[in-house]
């Protein structure tokens, strides 16, 4: 990871690493459906929401990421946040952010590869439920 992105903020790279997460959920999603639209939404919230994040994210920490993505995750995770959702769980919130900016991070490095690999373990870890 360049040290520019490294010092990024990490709001930032997590705004950008949602955007990422979601546009290729839904391009999975409507990849595997036959375009119904509102089924894939609804498919889609346990990937995109908080929760599957978190649970992402927590699995990866321990023997998927390398030091430099988990200090970058743990760097997100604990910044102070200024909102969250009503309705999301602060600690789960808090992972989610961690996941998004390394996204974020890994899309504007345009490291592709590895990219591809953390989206597709959290996939999988997502889809284990």
Known sequence: MHNDIKSMN??????????V???????????????DVGKVHKRAVSYV?????????????NDFLT???QKLVKRARNKRAT???????????????GFEALIGALHLDKDDARLEEVLAEAVRIIEED
């Open 10 to 19: 990490t709001t930032a790279l997590a705004y950008i690493g949602d955007a």
């Open 21 to 35: 997460y979601e546009l290729h959920i839904r391009e999975l999603l409507i990849g595997r459906s036959k375009g």
């Open 49 to 61: 929401s908080s929760d599957g994040q978190a649970k992402a994210i927590k699995s990866m920490m």
């Open 67 to 69: 030091e430099e993505e």
């Open 83 to 97: 909102s969250r959702p009503k309705n999301a769980d602060p600690r789960k919130y808090k992972l989610a952010t």
